[in-house]
T-cell receptor, first 114, second 113 residues
Framework: NAGVMQNPRHLVRRRGQEARLRCSPM?????VYWYRQLPEEGLKFMVY????????ESGMPKERFSAEFPKEGPSILRIQQVVRGDSAAYFC????????????FGPGTRLLVL | QKEVEQDPGPLSVPEGAIVSLNCTYS??????FMWYRQYSRKGPELLMY????GNKEDGRFTAQVDKSSKYISLFIRDSQPSDSATYLC?????????????FGAGTQVVVTP
């Protein structure tokens, strides 16, 4: 059973461009969580999604950031008009149901904004 | 003040020693407590999960929770060089959405042979 997959693993964007980060949850998992990790900091919750629904987006910046988890296909975290401060590692996790203790994390996407 | 405080280290110990890690928190609403291990350039991996005060043991790992003091600990016995990683505490409050974890900054542990 493949684990949580994220792609790309590394992404370089220039200021003002768009970044699209993809997360394929583990098979059978319908809950996805996105976290951001800045250098020297812990993971910060961004958003929690179920298929076709956003459950909690309290950690998402109000502008430029959006997330979706369509009925078919991976979850997408989209960052428009990236700025240097968006440079970070973005991790997604998945779980088979609403759960604190069974979130399985992917390897992360490292975004570098030049 | 951060909701979850964790000393970033690095914490260097000789092989075979006990590693002692801890987090403090300010919000008494936190009821679920987890410890994750993160190797460099990898995603976090769940080590321990508990929701009650007291001790929970799993192999060489012991998680301890003191809700009255808002203090949680992780102990690693007989440490090995392969335990060298960053250890993150994560907390969840039922008043938040289930699954929204609040992480500490992580403590870097180095176990020297």
């Amino acid at each position: 059973n493949a684990g949580v997959m994220q792609n790309p693993r590394h992404l370089v964007r220039r200021r003002g461009q768009e970044a699209r980060l993809r997360c394929s949850p583990m098979k059978g998992h319908s809950h996805v969580y996105w976290y951001r990790q800045l250098p020297e900091e812990g993971l910060k919750f961004m958003v929690y999604l179920q298929k076709e629904n956003i459950i909690d987006e309290s950690g998402m910046p109000k502008e430029r950031f959006s997330a979706e988890f369509p009925k078919e296909g991976p979850s997408i975290l989209r960052i428009q008009q990236v700025v240097r401060g968006d440079s970070a590692a973005y991790f997604c996790a998945s779980s088979p149901y609403t759960s604190q203790e069974t979130q399985y994390f992917g390897p992360g996407t490292r975004l570098l904004v030049l | 003040q951060k909701e979850v405080e964790q000393d970033p280290g690095p914490l260097s110990v000789p092989e075979g020693a006990i590693v002692s890690l801890n987090c403090t928190y300010s919000n008494s609403a936190f009821q679920y407590f987890m410890w994750y291990r993160q190797y460099s350039r990898k995603g976090p991996e769940l080590l321990m999960y508990t929701y009650s005060s007291g001790n929970k043991e799993d192999g060489r790992f012991t998680a301890q929770v003191d809700k009255s003091s808002k203090y949680i600990s992780l102990f690693i016995r007989d440490s090995q060089p392969s335990d060298s990683a960053t250890y993150l505490c994560a907390l969840n409050a039922p008043t938040d959405s289930w699954g929204k974890l609040q992480f500490g900054a992580g403590t870097q542990v180095v176990v020297t042979p």
